[in-house]
């Protein structure tokens, strides 16, 4: 499987999952003008307006970037969710970020899911990167030890040779 294809694939379950979830959220509650004015989707899921616009526009951009970008989103995404669930996490149950997005545990749950999806689909995009600088670090090593060992092998035969010739005189 080519490596980009994990960051593509984020890209794409992502911003379909937050596209679905920013459109039944505006049928649930499409209220702007209060922030403090929520309603539940699915009974335990607390949106307004504020936060399914911005699903609807975090899963257009991931469905855009998908084919050209897909890397940009999974690490723009990655990092902006998980701040948002960290954030929401710190902040008291039921608080409002930036005045308008609701902190309540399940979407701080789902924030960090996609926030930490975002960031392990970036990474094994890059593992071969991450891999030959890793290994590039290993054949060093591994070149340091096999001079080590010849090393060994010279002194050690050196030892073999003294001895041999003392004990012949």
Do not use: C
């Not at 039921?94 to 924030?111: C, H, I, K, Y």
């Not at 970036?122 to 001079?147: P, Q």
């Amino acid at each position: 499987m080519e490596r980009i294809s994990y960051a593509r694939l984020y890209a794409t379950v992502a911003g379909t999952v937050l596209l679905l979830l920013g459109f039944a959220g505006l049928l649930a509650n499409s209220e702007f003008r209060t922030p403090e004015l929520t309603s539940d989707l699915l009974g335990f899921y607390t949106v307004n307006g504020w936060a399914s616009s911005l699903h609807v526009v975090a899963g257009l951009i991931g469905l855009f970037l998908a084919r050209p970008l897909p890397r940009l989103y999974a690490i723009l995404a990655g990092v902006a969710f998980t701040v948002l669930a960290v954030w929401g996490f710190l902040a008291a149950d039921g608080t409002q970020l930036f005045g308008a997005l609701p902190a309540m545990r399940w979407v701080n749950v789902l924030n960090l899911l996609l926030g930490l999806g975002g960031l392990a689909a970036y990474a094994a995009s890059r593992w071969d990167r991450i891999k030959a600088s890793v290994g590039g670090l290993g054949a060093r090593f591994d070149a340091r030890m096999e001079r080590r060992r010849q090393k060994r092998r010279r002194r050690h035969v050196r030892k073999r040779r003294a001895a041999a010739g003392s004990g012949r005189s």
